[in-house]
C-alpha cells in the first residue's frame, strides 16, 4: 500500500498534491493509485511506435496534467520534457524518452502494491 512517505522517497511534492486534494490524504493517495492504469500511457507508447507525433504529443500532453496536478514530480518532469520535444516535434530518440517515463511508471506501480 502506497504511503506518502514512499512518495516523497519516490520524489513526489506531497504537500502540493495533498493540497490539490484538499488535505485529503486518502483522495489524494487513490488518485496516485490510479496513475499506473491511466490511458494515456498506452496511448503515447502507442503513437511513438506508430511515429505519430501529433496524438504522441496529446497523450503526452494529458500525461503532463495528470502527473503535474498530484505532484508526482519524477513523472512529471519526464512527461513534460516529452511533451516539449513532441510540441517543437524535435528529431530525438522518444522511444528512449518513452523507456525513462516507463521505467519512473513501474517504480511507482511498484510503490502502490
Known amino acids: ?39 494515456s500511457f498506452d496511448d503515447l507508447s502507442s503513437a511513438i511506435k506508430a511515429g505519430d507525433l501529433d496524438s504522441a504529443f496529446e497523450a503526452a500532453h494529458a500525461l503532463k496534467g495528470v502527473l503535474g496536478n498530484l505532484s508526482l514530480t519524477p513523472l512529471y518532469e519526464k512527461a513534460s520534457e516529452i511533451t516539449e520535444f513532441l510540441r517543437n516535434k524535435t528529431d530525438t530518440d522518444y522511444g528512449k524518452l518513452l523507456d525513462e517515463l516507463m521505467s519512473k511508471k513501474d517504480i511507482l506501480t511498484d510503490l502502490c502494491k
Open 1 to 39: 500500500m502506497i504511503t506518502l512517505d514512499a512518495l516523497r522517497e519516490f520524489g513526489a511534492d506531497t504537500d502540493r498534491g495533498l493540497a490539490t486534494c484538499m488535505g485529503n490524504e486518502a483522495l489524494y493517495l487513490r488518485l496516485v493509485s490510479s496513475v499506473s492504469s491511466e490511458k
